[in-house]
């Protein structure tokens, strides 16, 4: 439910680490239904890392990440898979297939978990392109497409299996400040049409202050921040301060 204080996905004192890399030591963290949580922090801290584990796709080494109130590990995989398919992933660099054209990228998803008609599939993948604002474009591939427009046949295609869960990585890297602020504006209003709840991993503070509910920062394997975008900018944490200064005087862009 929208608004609603229930935990939606939970971290339980999380290890993550990759051979001697330790990427999460031990970490907390609370996604609630209906929210939209933003994860700021620099480039390798582990940004990405969180959101594959937070959908299952990666597991912790130690502690716990639970989606519903039910660890991962404890689904069987085809159970897993199926709970998978409650989220919308949109990846960081859009990762759309090169050689399928654009409603065939967004049709993919329900070709491979579902087993409704032909027409039924295209006529969800054209309303999922319309909601992003793409039309006529069904037959085109995303070598042809700017940046922009590949990142909203990402969501198009995230939206496909109508998630209650979205997770963006990244979703206004490399775009210029109106495409970006296009970009927000269809994640907050996809956010409220869908009721859904919304994982944001971002550089972008503008992005970060826009939608956030709730801001966390990861820094060298825990979250040093958690609050408000109000609470973010007044914060007298040196990491947190040195972050915000540098991605401001970073802009516009990334
Ligand atoms: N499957 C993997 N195997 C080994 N190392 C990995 C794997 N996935 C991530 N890493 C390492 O974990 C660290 C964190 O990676 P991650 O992609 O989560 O960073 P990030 O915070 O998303 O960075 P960026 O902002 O550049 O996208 C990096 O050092 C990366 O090389
Ligand atoms: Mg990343």
């Known amino acids: 439910m929208p608004g609603s204080p229930e935990?939606?996905?939970?971290?339980?004192?999380?290890?993550?680490?990759?051979?001697?890399?330790?990427?999460?030591?031990?970490?907390?963290?609370?996604?609630?239904?209906?929210?939209?949580?933003?994860?700021?922090g620099g480039s390798g801290t582990g940004k990405s890392v969180t959101l594959k584990l937070?959908?299952?796709?990666?597991?912790?080494?130690?502690?716990?990440?639970?989606?519903?109130?039910?660890?991962?590990?404890?689904?069987?995989?085809?159970?897993?898979?199926r709970q998978r398919q409650r989220f919308g992933f949109v990846f960081q660099g859009g990762a759309l297939f090169d050689s399928l054209n654009i409603i065939e990228n967004v049709a993919f998803p329900l070709r491979e978990h579902t087993r409704k008609p032909e027409q039924e599939i295209l006529a969800i993948a054209r309303r999922c392109l319309e909601s992003v604002g793409?039309?006529?474009?069904?037959?085109?591939?995303?070598?042809?497409?700017?940046?922009?427009?590949?990142?909203?046949?990402?969501?198009?295609?995230?939206?496909?299996l109508d998630p209650e869960i979205l997770l963006y990585d990244e979703p206004t890297t490399g775009l210029d400040p109106i495409n970006s602020q296009m970009i927000n504006e269809l994640i907050e209003r996809t956010h409220h049409q869908r009721h859904v709840t919304s994982v944001v991993v971002t550089h972008d503070m503008q992005s970060a202050f826009y939608l956030a509910d709730i801001i966390v920062m990861l820094y060298k394997g825990r979250?040093?921040?958690?609050?408000?975008?109000?609470e973010l900018k007044n914060s007298t944490i040196p990491e947190v301060r040195r972050f915000i200064e540098i991605s401001y005087s970073r802009e516009p862009g990334h």
């Open 223 to 230: 979250f040093i921040f958690r609050g408000t975008a109000q």
């Open 7 to 40: 935990s939606h996905i939970v971290f339980r004192g999380a290890w993550k680490r990759f051979d001697a890399l330790e990427i999460l030591k031990g970490v907390d963290l609370d996604v609630r239904k209906g929210q939209t949580l933003v994860i700021i």
């Open 134 to 160: 793409l039309t006529q474009i069904d037959h085109k591939f995303p070598a042809e497409l700017s940046g922009g427009m590949r990142k909203r046949v990402s969501l198009a295609r995230a939206l496909s």
């Open 54 to 81: 937070m959908i299952g796709l990666l597991s912790p080494d130690a502690g716990q990440v639970l989606f519903d109130g039910r660890a991962w590990k404890s689904y069987a995989p085809s159970e897993a898979d």
